[in-house]
């Protein structure tokens, strides 16, 4: 090849690639206005989603006023209007008067009653592009609008896009009097449709996920891909499709790339979907306020027959939870938990303050049904076992424990069920829980400082907690829980007991613990 053909050959190179209707890789627009996204270029075309100011998303192409985007999952179109462009974009055309050219109007433009410039836009203002949904006058003449060939060229040149969208009903034709098209026939606004909860019901739902830890989101299902962008816990994707053991997925901006499904936790997968194991660590400090209390029928309203003893502890809580998805809803796991509060100062009596220690440990199997919401909300089931001993310092020392309270331990099954939502809120997860010991109970007290014979307990055990996401892999977790416990007794105190009592029958009791921490969740 001589030199002449090499450079014309270049310079065709060049101009063919300027003249080809392609844009910038990624390039990325944010809407200035409130706006919906559509599934064709036209407003009467069905509503993919409703963006709010400052939306960011990718730009796919562009068509007269018309771009071609990928934002929260999905791909449509929206007017150019609506978004910010770049200083250097291209001016868009537009024509010279606001009403497009629609059948009804004449079939000539120019100065002269002669033919004008072809200004018929049917997927810009009456939606016309898609002739199964609604035939113009024009299709039926054996004619082929410019705006059709137009948008089979779009459709041609997305078609790997449009792949992986599910495919839009046609909305059916209705007839409008040429009243109702001059009142639609403005370029800027939406064309009249029916109810706003019309346009709702075409909306199609994506499934929703999360990643445990930061994680890189790659171009394609490869290890040795490059990275398409960075995701996060707190970074919202969109599930696209499977691929493998590989899943396609979509940041809200409109980034696509591949991720590892085992590295996926779907929030809301719908009948199916990928979901992978749990698994965190908690540890928090509080505060809880203890008060015991007894009742002695016949008896004098003091120690030790009828009293109330409270007071205020240093409390240190630890604990885990293991989850593992069992099938489409269910979940399986355990959680175990251990609250260790020290007295500060301690029970007053007799201007003596009386030391103790309060051990609580909750070990419990879960069952979780899985509601498939958006936030990612589980009704869980859960059976176990209460341990709590209540333990006076120097119990045997009277010196010392002027009051003569016993230490005591309590076990027992719990039941008890709790409800869990992740994402109450984009950065806020909510928990409440309830269990209860209804049966099978064991209470032990300090031999000779009993306050009866054939003890017995009940309990009920309330909980809620807040999470706030805080950093990767960590969250920020404030709790609240409060314990009530009620004891009784067959029979009088045995005559061995040092307590004193001198009722006419068995006392009973009752244990309030409300506590109040804060502490970090770390996820693994």
């Given at each position: 090849m001589n030199v002449n053909a090499r450079f014309v050959a270049l310079v065709v190179l060049v101009l063919g690639t300027l003249a080809w209707p392609s844009i910038g890789l990624a390039e990325k627009v944010k809407t200035n206005q409130s706006t919906k996204l559509y599934t064709r270029a036209g407003e009467q075309s069905p509503v993919l989603l409703k963006l709010k100011p400052g939306?960011?998303?990718?730009?796919?192409?562009?068509?007269g006023r018309w771009l071609k985007v990928r934002?929260?999952?999905?791909?449509g179109w929206?007017?150019?209007?609506?978004?910010?462009?770049?200083?250097?974009d291209d001016e868009i055309s537009r024509n010279t008067r606001r009403r497009p050219f629609v059948d009804g109007r004449g079939t000539k433009r120019g100065f002269g009653g002669e033919a004008g410039p072809e200004d018929r836009v049917g997927a810009d203002a009456t939606g016309d592009d898609d002739d199964e949904a609604r035939p113009s006058k024009s299709s039926k003449s054996g004619k082929s609008p410019k705006a059709s060939k137009d948008a089979k060229v779009r459709n041609d040149a997305s078609k790997d896009e449009e792949d992986d969208e599910p495919k839009p009903r046609a909305r059916k034709s209705t007839q409008r009097s040429s009243r109702d098209d001059d009142d639609s026939a403005d370029d800027d606004k939406p064309a009249r449709r029916g109810a706003d909860d019309q346009e709702d019901s075409s909306e199609t739902h994506r499934p929703r996920a999360h990643v445990a830890k930061r994680t890189a989101i790659l171009d394609e299902a490869s290890k040795d891909s490059d990275e398409a962008f960075t995701a996060d816990p707190k970074t919202e994707l969109f599930v696209l499709k499977e691929q493998g053991k590989w899943t396609m997925v979509s940041n809200d901006e409109g980034d696509t790339g591949y991720v590892l499904t085992s590295k996926l936790e779907i929030d809301d997968a719908g009948d199916s979907g990928p979901r992978t194991r749990s698994l965190n660590g908690r540890a928090r400090v509080g505060w809880t306020f203890v008060r015991q209390s007894v009742s002695t029928p016949g008896a004098p309203r003091a120690l030790p027959d009828n009293y109330s003893a409270s007071s205020s502890s240093v409390t240190i809580a630890l604990g885990g939870t293991a989850l593992y998805p069992y099938s489409k809803r269910y979940w399986v796991g355990a959680d175990l938990a251990y609250d260790?509060?020290?007295a500060i100062p301690g029970i007053d009596y007799n201007h003596q303050s009386i030391s103790f220690s309060l051990h609580n440990l909750n070990l419990r199997a879960l069952v979780g049904y899985d509601m498939l919401k958006p936030s990612g909300m589980i009704v869980f089931g859960r059976l176990g076992y209460h341990y709590e001993s209540f333990q006076v310092s120097d119990f045997a020392d009277l010196?010392?424990?002027t009051a003569k309270l016993p230490s005591q331990i309590i076990s027992g099954p719990i039941l008890g069920a709790s409800l869990a939502i992740?994402?109450?809120?984009?950065?806020?997860?909510?928990?409440?829980?309830?269990?209860?010991?209804?049966f099978g109970a064991s209470m032990e007290q300090t031999k000779n400082l009993e306050d009866g014979t054939g003890p017995s307990a009940k309990a009920v055990f309330l909980g809620a907690s807040l999470t706030y996401r805080w950093k990767t892999n960590m969250d920020l977790?404030?709790?609240?829980d409060l314990g009530y416990t009620k004891k009784s007794f067959s029979g009088m105190a045995p005559a061995t007991s040092m307590r004193g009592h001198t009722g006419t029958g068995p006392s009973s009791g009752a244990d309030f613990n409300n506590t109040i921490s804060g502490g970090i969740a770390y996820l693994f």
């Open positions: 939306q960011t998303m990718t730009v796919l192409a562009k068509d934002v929260s999952g999905r791909t929206i007017p150019r209007s609506k978004v910010d462009m770049p200083q250097d260790y509060d020290k010196t010392k424990n992740p994402r109450f809120t984009k950065e806020i997860g909510l928990r409440i829980s309830v269990d209860t010991i209804l977790q404030a709790t609240y």
